[in-house]
């Protein structure tokens, strides 16, 4: 399968922690496209990584990605209520094609 | 600013029944338009892109069809639902000068086949 895969499926952390998401894949990439989806709502862009970059930050963003590994992580640093949601990595193949994954659903404790 | 309009939020249909899901957009010209579905707790399938009016791509063999009569508007179809079409069903545009370096979604359509 060529089908990008989160891990972990669920995580549960309290508010103020950081929360990691990685995400791996099987093809070679032109990039790789982090998205968020709020329960029941269309998907939100957050950040692409392209091919030739290691690691990008915006705002309390920060994402990684090694293409010797064929992984990405996303890094959400002082996590809010407001950052529950499913979290969708979308490596986008040599083919112009986006392979989403089934998403890491994160929540968020008070 | 740009905005997409996906209606309706909800659909309850029998099967065997015509479906038709609109998906318009406003602020941009010549989109690339596209009808994803994702099942539950999965991730999305590309159903149909379209890079301009009338041109129409299909991505999976399926009960669907998809039409793009004016330039910001893309209607997702059906003649007669199946059980199997069920799912959440998303709309989204981007630029063609960026291809799919950032898609822009609707807020989706629950559909419900019974």
């Known amino acids: 399968s060529q089908q990008g895969e989160e891990d972990p499926q669920a995580l549960s952390i309290q508010e103020g922690e950081n929360a990691t998401m990685n995400c791996s894949y099987k093809t070679s990439i032109n990039n790789l496209q982090w998205y968020r989806q709020n329960s029941g709502r269309g998907l939100v862009h957050l950040i692409l990584?392209?091919?030739n970059e290691r690691e990008k930050h915006s705002g309390r963003l920060r994402v990684t990605l090694d293409t010797s590994k064929k992984s990405s992580s996303l890094l959400i640093t002082a996590s809010r209520a407001a950052d529950t949601a499913s979290y969708f990595c979308a490596p986008m193949d040599s083919n112009y094609q986006l392979i989403w994954g089934a998403g890491t659903k994160l929540i968020i404790k008070p | 600013s740009q905005t997409i309009h996906q209606w309706p939020a909800t659909l309850v249909q029998p099967v065997g029944s015509p479906l038709s899901l609109e998906c318009t957009v406003e602020g941009t010209s010549n989109p690339n338009l596209y009808w994803y579905r994702q099942a539950a707790g999965r991730g999305l399938q590309l159903l149909f892109y379209s890079v301009g009016i009338g041109q129409i791509s299909s991505e999976v063999p399926q009960n669907l069809s998809a039409s793009r009569p004016q330039d910001r508007q893309f209607i997702l179809s059906s003649k007669k639902l199946l059980l199997s079409d069920s799912g959440f069903y998303l709309c989204a545009w981007s630029d063609p000068a960026r291809g799919r370096e950032k898609l822009f979604f609707g807020s989706g359509t629950q559909l419900s086949v019974l």
């Open positions: 990584i392209r091919s």
